[in-house]
């Protein structure tokens, strides 16, 4: 942390949780309301709190993207290294999340990205199926995740509690968290029943900026 010319802490560098791009109960039926203030409010800021905490130990490292640190993990002090994995990646993971929901999402997605899902997959039901299944079948708290890889190519797979495709060099085009915390409010245990629903809720067009970036 800096110190400015009349001697205060200089906050800017800190990372925040940005807004939802939407309001708390836009995403009813399918994500409810309270969950979405719990799970923004509560558990992202959670994440966010004790991201910029770890730094504070290394305040040259507010300086640089998160997904910057998350994706060059060796060059981060092994003392704080553990905490920007979960941390960071917990604060990093959840800000794509907001983003790749919207109250006018589902369906299907449409241009590049949904050419790269035939190719890669077969066709989009074959995708749903995989990315579904991937959710499901993940064991304890993680996110399942559609990457581009490095050689170009979609893949599906689930990465345990904040870890994060960055770190392994490839690039999150969509994401789903299956974390109790993201539905046990609405679905309880019925963590199919929520991965059902958030089909309804996809940006189809935010997932196709990512992979155009990525
Ligand atoms: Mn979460």
Do not use: C
């Not at 994500?31 to 799970?39: A, P």
């Not at 109250?103 to 579904?132: H, N, Q, V, W, Y």
């Not at 499901?136 to 995740?145: E, I, K, P």
């Amino acid at each position: 942390m800096g110190v400015n010319t009349k001697g205060r802490k200089m906050e800017s560098k800190k990372h925040e949780v940005p807004a939802l791009p939407y309001e708390y109960e836009a995403l009813e039926p399918y994500i409810d309301e309270e969950t979405m203030r719990v799970h923004h409010d509560k558990h992202h800021q959670a994440y966010a709190d004790k991201f910029n905490a770890a730094l504070e130990q290394r305040p040259e490292l507010f300086e640089r993207p998160v997904s910057e640190l998350l994706a060059n993990l060796d060059a981060v002090p092994e003392d704080i290294r553990k905490m920007v994995i979960n941390h960071g990646g917990g604060y990093y993971n959840h800000n794509l999340f907001w983003e790749i929901m919207s109250p006018t999402g589902g369906g299907e997605p449409t241009g590049e990205l949904a050419e790269a899902i035939k190719r890669d997959f077969g066709s989009f039901e074959e995708f749903k199926k995989k990315f579904t299944e991937t959710a499901l079948t993940h064991f304890g708290s993680g996110w399942a995740w559609l990457v581009k890889g490095t050689d170009g190519k979609l893949k599906v797979y689930s990465l345990p509690n904040q870890d994060t495709p960055v770190s392994i060099g490839d690039k999150p085009v969509l994401l789903v968290d299956v974390w109790e915390h993201a539905y046990y409010l609405k679905y309880q245990n019925r963590r199919a029943e929520f991965v059902e629903q958030f089909w309804n809720v996809i940006n189809w067009d935010q997932a196709g900026k990512n992979y155009q970036k990525a």
